[in-house]
């Protein structure tokens, strides 16, 4: 089985997807269905970074035993569809799955009082599947179509509560920002097949050369992947798409933008380094995209009456740190000795914010579509004073808080320390930005934990009580993880973060399996 | 001149479309007129890949009652296949976006993309 | 096996600092502990003055959310009307940003600059 699992991880939740829909009012049912496949789903993607991060690359063909199999015609290219699986795949796979698993259980509660569950949970499992289809594939257009997928559930699941207005009209927005740029990534893709006649990554990566077709190609596929993440000036759809969808779907809709930014760097690593004149320049703007979105997030951050749109805006903030980190690792990516120096580090310290950043902000989430739960509002002017009916939710959202805000001894601390080292040695000002932006984090989640949980307690909510225990459970294992992460950081860096770097970083190994003429 | 332009005829229709649909996703009022403009984005990359699929001497891959000098020309598929991936899943994703236009007329009242747009700031 | 985090230029150990936040805690602990002989429970002290006012319902006094960094917003006030300018809400600005980011992009790396 073990040879197989790069096809079994994503054919396990779509057949979890195209079973739901047989449980047809059995919402009770269907919950754990859903529960039980994201919770296989973990297991296995823990095995597949075991056996990642032991063996290598791993490489597997649908539809032949070995990737090298030459046709009886002589036509030695590869031509059949190969998922190659390196350390930086299995670490987002893993996250995919935790998350997907995360909300599952938190959705067993939440979306009770809500109809059609069935379709939930199977637009659920095929998120997921995209999800783990995008991070585990080799070649391009299939990149492209689990994209589309990603795009397609996720867009759905935003217009899930369809008697307000506003969930319609923040699916559509999310829908065709999605489409547009899928649409764009696959012109990109058009550009590569009609040059050189295949679709395979690897292959790619080996004969891509510096002409102005190509650069086209890689201008679109940045500008799309940097919009389908949330990047600044394009991140308008995030605080829409994040607000109305329903809190258990915040965790998987979080890691498909994340899975985008890890396309991003597929893109920028894997088949552009070695050919782009001038890599600084690709580095840079990725820099600069990354303080720019740090800073407009969090100010606008800061402005917002709605509590769930207030953290959408620090979840924009937040990827300008990841984008920061791996920008200050690409533009010294051809200088060996600024990349031993601080390259290497400044991009562990992007990717291991990656998975933090996951984790407290669903934490972070769900403790909001907790507070919805319990006062039916979203708006901050009408809370108050719950600190005492919710203790767990406090506590919760005490942890995710300092997380973000990088306070130790939180996993946000440990990834914000890389950062901010790295960067200054590229250039001081970056980290003043990473600094500021750290600093309004904290006070934007202390007006938050002022309004809604501090103070008297009001009369309006003088008979709410805690939310139920499926929903306490995902929020403990999340603040648990947070803390965990905290406390032993250079585990999580040595045994998860550091491969996935250096698969980035050692870009020839992703062509070497030995296929390719 | 004469030659490059005939052979290059697909694409520069490619560009116009991609042009004209991005001209109306850009700057039409109406929210169907705007589904109908990623539409049209959408044709034109389709037919980006057909154009780009084309093999001057090249025949298609059908071994029935092929002619005797196709042997060693027959073209790999692939383009046509991305093509009629990338159609099925325009005609899900537009189908979800005029499911999803419905609503917004049903709530809103109005389909003016000036006026749908209570969630801003 | 090391429970330390080794940057380019520094290092950062969490469980010694969870020890010695633990450490001074316990100390600030048994001062707190040892107590203020003149303060007295459940009498007049506790209650809130104000001049002698009565003192209002509990919804009234309660800082709303949208007024607590008034001053900070009112300071950037140049800033924010240019933001909430951009942040529209309209779908076409949304493409025609996109359409903007990725030629100056493309422009960039094709090498005009």
Redesign the interface.
Known sequence: MIEHLPALMVALPLFGAFIAPLFKKHYKGVSIWAIFITGISVVLSLLLTKEVVTNGIIMYVFGADKPTLVLPSGYVVPIRIMFEVDAMGAFMAISATLMSFVGAIYSYSHVKKDTGLEKYYALLMLLEAGILGMVLTGDLFNLFVFLEIAGIAGSALVGFRNYRGEASEAGIKYLMVSSVASLMVLFAVGIFYGQYGNLNLAYIAKNVSFNMVDMIALGLLFASFAMKCGAVPMHYWVPDAYTEVPAGINPPLLVATYASLYALFRVSFTLFANVVIDLARVGWIMSILGVLTMFIGVTMALIQKDVKRLMSYHAISQTGYMLLGVGVGLTVLHDPSKLAEFGRDAMAGGVFHIINHIIYKSLLLMTAGALFYVTGTRNLNEMGGLARKMPITTISFMIGAAAISGLPPFNGFASKFLIYETSYRLNPLLTVFAMVTSVLTLASFVKVFASAFLGPPLEKFENKREVPKPMIVAMLILAALCILFGLFPNVVLDKLVYPAVDALINFAQYHSWGGLA | MNGSLFVNFPFIVVALLLALGFYTIGFKRNLIKVVIGVEILEGAVNMFIVALGYVKGGYAPIYTQAPQEAVGKMVLPTPQALTLTSIVIGVAVTALMLAFAVNIYRHYGTLDVTRVRRLRG | ??????????F?N??F??IF?ALFGLIAYLIYSRGNPSYKKESDQVRPYLSGNIEPA??KV?????D??WG??EA?KG??KI??A?????????????????AI???????GV
């Not at chain 3, 096996?1 to 520094?10: E, R, V, Y």
């Not at chain 3, 309209?90 to 359409?99: H, K, P, Q, T, V």
């Open positions: 096996m090391s429970f330390t985090l080794t940057t380019p230029s520094g950062w969490p469980l600092w969870v936040l509990k919804e309660q800082v709303k959310a949208g607590i960094y900070f917003i950037l800033y924010y933001l909430e951009i942040h529209t809400g309209d779908i076409r600005d949304y493409i025609l940003w996109y359409l903007g980011v990725g992009v493309t422009f960039i790396l094709i090498g």
